[in-house]
């Protein structure tokens, strides 16, 4: 492979152009499966055709040549299979089921916490029962004086998990106590990817010396479902992390999304099918979010970044309803739950008639859909403390978060929660569809029913976000058919969208 990276960047060189860092990389990937040195003509024909005088290759002249790849074969062949006339005149049916705003109550100082944490053991014991393999659950104190003979379940909330060489011990606390269960090698696996408060069952026997042993370890996970589907064939687009106001906010192929949804560009089959936009967070940069963000900033006011959006999201047209919730850079309270951007900021946005403001983590239900869209923050503490997940793959960690049934289990961590007296963050119903932002990476992925969908980015990559190890995968925008959960990727970096 290197051998064929190789000989293609002589190429380049020879007929007197330069690969930047990206198209490199895409050499890279592709050069299994592709002629890189003929990738490299074809794209140095095209620059030539169109007179681009810029003597280097950018990753998107390449991609611009590429041959199709499947996935776009397939979705082309979806986009002929649906047809009818524009949703524009279709009426919208909405329905927000919940939103954290109104009833944000928080408590004070430690009781508060202890409350928090007690409506959240209800709520999951709640889930947890519903299980069939989880009847008959015990309390912790019940299991320490029940016969040390036969099997019993135990549910609890993570209270600590040790990893060691060879063996997974891990700690369960309910309203009655605590117990220590070291885990069998049968259930390593799942003791491993328990999160930290998150609630546990598990099948318990005792040693001869008294120890107790997790045989089997379940969350309360999601049950297998058969998602609500709208009858019409209606399009939701899914946008997260704009970050409108930081240096590499992308601000050119930004426009061309906006462009799009009004149809003065290419794909109009699928944008008169498009109903709702659905932003999950991270809608401006936001002041001092992390170490000297200053120098990455365009807008040094956050006044001046929300008149910025404002002027971008008045481009959408009306007949689209759009959804928008803050993420940890917008100027809300940053625990979790969090309420909806405040009015002084956002007045262009609460005064559209297309526009809802709400908190985070928020459902709705379009044309009988259930979304549930969470920012997505703790996937920090998930990814950095469950072996083999990581940033590139978010839909792994959003799964972890659906089989715990909870937003964000980990009290302590980098994710701040607030203590209210009812825990908001439970996923106390399934939904159709979980939608989330934060870690800048576009992935679709289906577990038990649920789509599971992480919609990227607006943003390049700052020096912070390469220190942390963020590569981004920006300007990459999902559509969904809630008819059939069809997810169809539009890159909007690419110029060679423009024109139809």
């Not at 993570?158 to 060691?164: D, S």
């Not at 044309?367 to 950095?384: E, T």
């Amino acid at each position: 492979m290197q051998s064929k990276v190789g000989e293609a960047i002589q190429e380049a060189l020879s007929k007197g152009y330069q690969i930047e860092p990206a198209a490199f990389r895409l050499l890279q990937d592709v050069a299994e499966s592709l002629d890189a040195v003929d990738l490299i003509n074809r794209a140095v024909e095209v620059k030539k055709a169109r007179n681009d005088s810029e003597n280097i290759l950018l990753k998107h002249d390449l991609e611009e040549v590429m041959p199709k790849q499947p996935e776009e074969i397939e979705q082309e062949a979806l986009l002929r299979r649906v047809e009818g006339p524009s949703v524009a005149d279709i009426e919208e049916e909405v329905e927000i089921l919940k939103d954290p705003t109104p009833v944000l109550n928080p408590a004070e100082g430690g009781e508060g916490f202890s409350v928090l944490f007690k409506s959240r053991f209800e709520k999951l014991l709640r889930i947890a029962s519903e299980r069939p393999d989880a009847h008959n659950i015990r309390r912790i104190d019940e299991v320490r004086s029940a016969p040390r003979e036969g099997g019993l379940k135990v549910a609890g909330l993570v209270l600590g998990r040790k990893i060691r060489r060879d063996q997974v011990e891990i700690q369960l606390e309910d309203p009655t106590g605590k117990l220590t269960l070291f885990v069998s090698d049968e259930a390593k696996r799942a003791g491993m990817e328990l999160l930290l408060d998150q609630l546990a069952i598990a099948d318990v026997e005792f040693s001869k010396r008294g120890a107790a042993i997790a045989r089997q370890i379940q969350s309360p996970d999601l049950p297998d479902h058969v998602p609500n589907q709208s009858s019409k064939h209606v399009y939701a687009v899914f946008l997260s992390d704009l970050h409108i106001g930081s240096k590499t906010f992308l601000g050119e192929a930004f426009q061309r999304l906006l462009l799009w949804l009004q149809a003065k560009l290419s794909d109009q089959t699928v944008v008169a099918r498009v109903k709702y936009v659905v932003i999950g967070g991270d809608v401006v940069d936001g002041i001092g979010v992390y170490p000297e963000q200053e120098s990455d900033l365009e807008e040094v006011d956050i006044h001046a970044q929300f008149a910025k959006a404002s002027q971008f999201i008045e481009q959408i047209p009306k007949h689209m309803k759009i959804f928008v919730c803050p993420g940890n850079h917008d100027p809300t309270r940053q625990a979790l739950p969090q309420p909806a951007i405040p009015r002084k900021y956002a007045e262009v946005f609460y005064a559209s008639s297309n526009v809802a403001m709400l908190g985070n983590p928020y459902w709705l239900r379009l044309h009988g859909v259930k979304i549930l869209v969470y920012h997505g923050r703790s996937l920090d503490d998930v990814v950095a403390t469950t072996p083999g997940l990581s940033f590139t793959k978010p839909a792994a960690a959003m799964k972890v978060l659906l089989k715990a049934r909870h937003l964000a289990p980990m009290f302590g961590g980098r994710t701040p929660i607030g203590p209210e007296p009812e825990d908001h963050l439970v996923i106390d119903e399934v939904p159709d569809v979980f939608h989330c932002g934060h870690v800048h990476t576009v992935e679709a992925a289906s577990y038990r029913g649920t789509l599971i969908l992480n919609s990227g980015t607006f943003q390049g990559q700052t020096k912070y976000q390469a220190n942390m190890g963020v590569v981004p995968t920006p300007g990459i925008v999902p559509v969904v058919d809630l008819a059939n959960f069809e997810v169809l990727l539009r890159d909007f970096t690419k110029p060679y969208f423009v024109g139809s």
